[in-house]
């Protein structure tokens, strides 16, 4: 991590280099089937999803060993949340569910490694992410509720005087949800990878450095702590909107 | 990295030093590349949990809950065996203590029954014997009795010879007799 002192004018972070996008193979332009180290991470991503997954429940053991329980816990949380949210009619939604928490767990997770690349920073991937669950559960609403998914949007508890603001509102908060859903993720990891480099460039100056170095220690296991509940906070927010979508008269 | 010498490729998120401009987040020239490989990334995902991790998963703990349902089940059934066996030990138990209850009365009811004869065969032959020691006291006294009067009578004749009177038989047995009674 060089930023710290490339100039002679003493400080200067960079804490947003660690998310350019580099192809992998040589200087070339990117274009977007391009190979670079984002595909390198998300590879490795799916890489550790298939090792946990996969080779770590080959024994099929009865009694679990330690990969196979971490396997089994991922696959019993996810459930659970499916069920608990969406009702048995999610379910059936549930691979898709645990797509998401997977890419973005692993993605937070190996993003941490010093000199990685953390896919989830950038808005382009977790956009795709949130907009595509808010497209696809819309679509979802309609081919099983039909124009009836409207209806959650017209609060029946609401007096009536009400109700047409309430479904302006109701509609804004919709459209805004994507947004959100996105925006959050990326912000979040973006943030605190930030911070990480900005105690880096610090730790370069002698006499900050011992506090510099604390608080990287410090924040990294803050990080480690948001990339789990962020990829949390995203596939919890789906199984929301999906519920919406399976039971649209709450 | 950052302070890498410029590059030929300086593009229009990155400036001649190799540091980002402004947010790379941001940057569109990137973010197509990044959706095409994100969907890769999650169709891969997508396809390693359908085909492989969740058929295998689910499996995994359909059958141990299958393995816990059964071994519950055999666990009950192993207690009602142990429960049945405990009831029949201790009916074997109460049968015996019965059994052996009878022997004892039994055996004491033959004892006294045959206590009872020997003490009936004792005192018969007791009063037997009795009866037969009686009947020879009763002789012996007769005897001595006779004697007695026999010697009496020879006596009173003696004495009354030797007085020089002379008596005769049937006087002497009166006075005798006489005497006796007395």
Same mark, same amino acid.
């Given at each position: 991590?060089?930023?710290?002192?490339?100039?002679?004018?003493?400080? $200067?972070?960079?804490?947003?280099?660690?998310?350019?996008?580099?192809?992998?193979?040589?200087?070339?332009?990117?274009?977007?089937?391009?190979?670079?180290?984002?595909?390198?991470?998300?590879?490795?991503?799916?890489?550790?999803?298939?090792?946990?997954?996969?080779?770590?429940?080959?024994?099929?053991?009865?009694?679990?060993?330690?990969?196979?329980? $971490?396997?089994?816990?991922?696959?019993?949380?996810?459930?659970?949340?499916? +069920?608990?949210?969406?009702?048995? +009619?999610?379910?059936?939604? !549930?691979?898709?569910?645990?797509?998401?928490?997977?890419?973005?767990?692993?993605?937070?997770?190996?993003?941490?490694?010093?000199?990685?690349?953390?896919?989830?920073?950038?808005?382009?991937?977790?956009?795709?992410?949130?907009?595509?669950?808010?497209? %696809?559960?819309?679509?979802?609403?309609?081919?099983?509720?039909?124009?009836?998914?409207?209806?959650?949007?017209?609060?029946?508890?609401?007096?009536?005087?009400?109700?047409?603001?309430?479904?302006?509102? +109701?509609?804004?908060?919709?459209?805004?949800?994507?947004?959100?859903?996105?925006?959050?993720?990326?912000?979040?990891?973006?943030?605190?990878?930030?911070?990480?480099?900005?105690?880096?460039? !610090?730790?370069?100056? %002698?006499?900050?450095?011992?506090?510099?170095?604390? %608080?990287? $220690? %410090?924040?990294?296991?803050?990080?480690?702590?948001?990339?789990?509940?962020?990829?949390?906070?995203?596939?919890?927010?789906?199984? $929301?909107?999906?519920?919406?979508?399976? @039971?649209? @008269?709450? | 990295?950052?302070?890498?010498?410029?590059?030929?490729?300086?593009?229009?998120?990155?400036?001649?030093?190799?540091?980002?401009?402004?947010?790379?987040?941001?940057?569109?020239?990137?973010?197509?590349?990044?959706?095409?490989?994100?969907?890769?990334?999650?169709?891969?995902?997508?396809?390693?949990?359908?085909?492989?991790?969740?058929?295998?998963?689910?499996?995994?703990?359909? #059958?141990?809950?299958?393995?816990?349902?059964?071994?519950?089940?055999?666990?009950?059934?192993?207690?009602?065996?142990?429960?049945?066996?405990?009831?029949?030990?201790?009916?074997?138990?109460?049968?015996?203590?019965?059994?052996?209850?009878?022997?004892?009365?039994?055996?004491?009811? #033959?004892?006294?029954?045959?206590?009872?004869? #020997?003490?009936?065969?004792?005192?018969?032959?007791?009063?037997?014997?009795?009866?037969?020691?009686?009947?020879?006291?009763?002789?012996?006294?007769?005897?001595?009795?006779?004697?007695?009067?026999?010697?009496?009578?020879?006596?009173?004749?003696?004495?009354?010879?030797?007085?020089?009177?002379?008596?005769?038989?049937?006087?002497?047995?009166?006075?005798?007799?006489?005497?006796?009674?007395?």
């Amino acid at each position: 991590m060089a930023e710290g002192t490339d100039d002679a004018g003493g400080l $200067v972070f960079h804490p947003l280099d660690q998310v350019i996008i580099r192809p992998l193979f040589g200087d070339g332009p990117v274009y977007w089937y391009t190979p670079t180290n984002a595909t390198l991470w998300m590879a490795l991503a799916v890489l550790s999803i298939y090792l946990l997954l996969v080779v770590g429940t080959q024994g099929r053991s009865i009694v679990p060993t330690r990969v196979q329980s $971490v396997a089994e816990m991922l696959y019993g949380l996810v459930y659970k949340m499916v +069920e608990d949210v969406t009702g048995h +009619e999610g379910v059936k939604y !549930f691979p898709y569910v645990l797509t998401l928490f997977l890419f973005i767990l692993f993605a937070n997770l190996l993003g941490l490694i010093p000199f990685s690349f953390t896919a989830t920073s950038h808005i382009g991937v977790t956009a795709v992410l949130g907009f595509g669950v808010f497209i %696809a559960i819309t679509a979802l609403g309609f081919i099983l509720n039909g124009p009836a998914f409207l209806s959650m949007f017209w609060m029946k508890s609401a007096p009536l005087f009400l109700r047409p603001v309430i479904a302006i509102i +109701e509609v804004i908060s919709y459209f805004v949800r994507p947004v959100s859903h996105s925006i959050r993720l990326a912000g979040n990891v973006t943030a605190g990878h930030a911070v990480l480099k900005v105690f880096a460039a !610090f730790a370069a100056v %002698a006499a900050l450095s011992p506090v510099s170095v604390l %608080a990287m $220690v %410090a924040i990294y296991g803050l990080e480690v702590l948001v990339a789990g509940i962020q990829a949390y906070v995203f596939t919890i927010l789906t199984c $929301v909107y999906l519920r919406d979508a399976v @039971h649209p @008269h709450h | 990295m950052a302070s890498e010498p410029a590059q030929g490729t300086a593009s229009a998120c990155v400036d001649s030093y190799g540091s980002a401009i402004g947010m790379p987040q941001l940057c569109a020239e990137w973010i197509p590349n990044q959706v095409f490989w994100l969907v890769v990334t999650l169709v891969a995902i997508y396809f390693i949990l359908t085909r492989m991790a969740l058929p295998r998963i689910s499996g995994i703990l359909a #059958e141990r809950a299958g393995n816990i349902t059964n071994d519950l089940a055999a666990a009950e059934m192993l207690r009602d065996k142990a429960l049945a066996a405990e009831a029949a030990y201790d009916k074997a138990l109460a049968d015996a203590r019965a059994e052996a209850a009878r022997i004892i009365a039994a055996t004491r009811d #033959e004892l006294q029954t045959k206590l009872d004869a #020997e003490l009936a065969r004792a005192d018969a032959q007791i009063a037997e014997r009795t009866a037969e020691s009686e009947r020879r006291l009763a002789e012996i006294r007769d005897s001595a009795l006779a004697s007695v009067t026999e010697v009496a009578r020879e006596a009173a004749s003696d004495i009354a010879s030797l007085f020089g009177a002379s008596v005769d038989r049937a006087t002497v047995e009166a006075a005798v007799a006489e005497r006796m009674k007395g």
